[in-house]
Nanobody, 118 residues
Framework: QVQIVESGGGLVQPGGSLRLSCAAS????????MSWYRQATGKEREVVAT????????NYSDSVKGRFTISRDNAKNTVYLQMNSLKPEDTAVYYC???????????WGKGTLVTVSS
């Protein structure tokens, strides 16, 4: 059974930092491209950051470039999102996505809420 579980969300003041984690089980983790998405209230889900299965290629959305860092530990089947210099507009539910690099298998976590507010 595949499980994708996010953790680390919470309330933080503007300018603060949070580190999200996403633990995967039931998949061969090192064959999956991992991504973080977010969805703010009333808006569409958008991709935030993506990391290749071997960690060699990383992409960020323009809105988080220079502030967020995605990383993965294939030995722990976990992907991380370090978020610095947080802004109120970063407030959203953050979702972890696992996409099989050779096919159409695609899995989502249930999300973790990040609220940036003073």
């Amino acid at each position: 059974q595949v499980q994708i579980v996010e953790s680390g969300g919470g309330l933080v003041q503007p300018g603060g930092s949070l580190r999200l984690s996403c633990a995967a089980s039931g998949i061969t983790f090192n064959l999956y491209v991992m991504s973080w998405y977010r969805q703010a209230t009333g808006k569409e889900r958008e991709v935030v950051a993506t990391i290749a299965s071997d960690g060699g290629t990383i992409n960020y959305s323009d809105s988080v470039k220079g502030r967020f860092t995605i990383s993965r530990d294939n030995a722990k089947n976990t992907v991380y999102l370090q978020m610095n210099s947080l802004k109120p507009e970063d407030t959203a539910v953050y979702y972890c996505n696992a996409r099989f690099q050779f096919g159409i298998l695609n899995y989502w976590g249930k999300g973790t809420l990040v609220t940036v507010s003073s």
